[in-house]
């Protein structure tokens, strides 16, 4: 009696091809590519693939040090315009508070 049943057979794939990317390869490289604002050609392979990932990555964590580095510089200035407009409130002291000039300099007494 003939089975009723058919299966699907895959197409023999060629054992010296290199492998293709896997599902969760293609998922990250999306995900970073759609964070970065950036665009990859497709890999075909899962070294391809790899590679790409890593430049990604590579791409997102010096990002990440301009960020950095902005930030500091900002903070920076923001400190000097604040020095040189003489803020600092009451942490700041005045001349008469203070005596003499360098390391002979002590705090005046007030009366």
């Known amino acids: 009696?003939?089975?009723?049943?058919?299966?699907q057979t895959r197409p023999p794939q060629d054992p010296a091809a290199p492998p293709k990317p896997t599902a969760k390869q293609m998922r990250y490289l999306r995900d970073l590519a759609d964070r970065?604002?950036?665009?990859?050609?497709?890999?075909?392979?899962?070294?391809?693939?790899?590679?790409?990932i890593q430049r990604l990555k590579a791409l997102a964590s010096g990002r990440e040090r301009?960020?950095?580095?902005?930030?500091?510089?900002?903070?920076?200035?923001?400190?000097?315009?604040?020095?040189?407009?003489?803020?600092?409130?009451?942490?700041?002291?005045?001349?008469?508070?203070v005596t003499g000039y360098g390391s002979s300099a002590t705090w005046s007494k007030r009366s």
Do not use: K
Not at 69 to 95: I, K, P, V, W, Y
């Open 66 to 97: 301009d960020l950095d580095r902005d930030t500091a510089r900002r903070e920076h200035l923001q400190t000097s315009r604040d020095m040189a407009e003489q803020f600092g409130g009451d942490s700041r002291h005045t001349d008469d508070e």
């Open 1 to 7: 009696m003939p089975s009723t049943h058919t299966t």
């Open 36 to 52: 970065l604002g950036q665009t990859f050609t497709y890999p075909t392979t899962r070294r391809e693939a790899s590679a790409e």
